[in-house]
């Protein structure tokens, strides 16, 4: 049985999966209603789980300690509900041997090494290099898909990771060098990123101490 979370866990989720971001981005996460989800995040804050901060004409919410703290509370409640903490551990388990081959692919992307040079950044005058380089994140984008099916049926906030990772790959593929490692697009890296961080917070781990 697939379970629905709540819009209360999936605002503080979203912000802690995001890492940083304003509330349309927050809402958008999981299509939830904006005034909802300002809503939601003002509770949050008043509760000491999210703070707003701006800088450099930007703006945007990050988790507490405590809020993190409630974050994985929520989590581990919902996920003891769904009787499948054994899936999800299983994924995660497949998951990690695909880690390291997104982040060797990330930074054969970001550095192609030279003679005289092993940090020699790559300008992607090497087709042949960068192709190399999408291919390996093409086999990700394979191995990825039934993960995400997986984990899609037991939790409908797992939904979509899939689909954005080949979305990301099919850009870089047209040429669009960005879609593989930047940050402030939904790229390949980026979308990794969250289902690690997805990945970890919903089973109470330390992404230090898993890689």
Known sequence: MT???PPGLLVLHAVRVTGFADTPVIARRYGLDTAETKELLLDAEALGWVEHTAFAGTGGWSLTDSGRTENERLLAAEL????AADEVRDVYREFLPLNALLLQACTDWQLRPTAGDRLAVNDHSDPAWDAGVLHELACVDRALTPLADRLGRVLTRFRGYDTRF????ARARAGEVAWV?????DSCHRVW????????????LDRHAHP
């Open 166 to 169: 080949t979305t990301a790959l």
């Open 3 to 5: 379970c629905d979370s």
């Open 193 to 204: 990123f969250e289902l690690h961080e997805d990945l970890i917070a919903t089973l109470g």
């Open 80 to 83: 003891a509900r769904t009787g």
């Open 181 to 185: 490692d930047r940050t402030d697009v």
